[in-house]
Nanobody, 125 residues
Framework: QVHLVESGGGLVQAGGSLRLSCAAS????????MAWFRQAPGKEREFVAAINWSGGSTYYGDSVKGRFTISRDNAKNTVYLQMNSLKPEDTAVYYC??????????????????WGQGTQLTVSS
């Protein structure tokens, strides 16, 4: 069993930056891809970014490409999401997740087995 705790959310002005963290406990996740998803009120949960086990491969949703950067520290069992040039449309609850299969990376929500409780990001205009 893996327990994920996100942190770092908050209120930021448009154009600002913020870094989210997601710490995993229960077992090491160093062999699993990890990802960030987000869900705005009234909308489906959408893919934001994913990173493979080594950090050597990353994927981004089109709406965040060039502005967000995903990274991980396997020694700390933690994944990060650096968010720059934030926009009001980035406002959402951000969730981190662990892929259900070792060594596989994907952007599909159903491929991720463990989820955190989410952290709220609000970007004011």
């Amino acid at each position: 069993q893996v327990h994920l705790v996100e942190s770092g959310g908050g209120l930021v002005q448009a154009g600002g930056s913020l870094r989210l963290s997601c710490a995993a406990s229960g077992r090491t996740v160093s062999s699993n891809s990890m990802a960030w998803f987000r869900q705005a009120p009234g909308k489906e949960r959408e893919f934001v970014a994913a990173i493979n086990w080594s950090g050597g491969s990353t994927y981004y949703g089109d709406s965040v490409k060039g502005r967000f950067t995903i990274s991980r520290d396997n020694a700390k069992n933690t994944v990060y999401l650096q968010m720059n040039s934030l926009k009001p449309e980035d406002t959402a609850v951000y969730y981190c997740a662990v892929h259900r299969t070792f060594g596989v990376i994907s952007t599909v929500r159903g491929d991720y087995q463990y989820w955190g409780q989410g952290t709220q990001l609000t970007v004011s205009s």
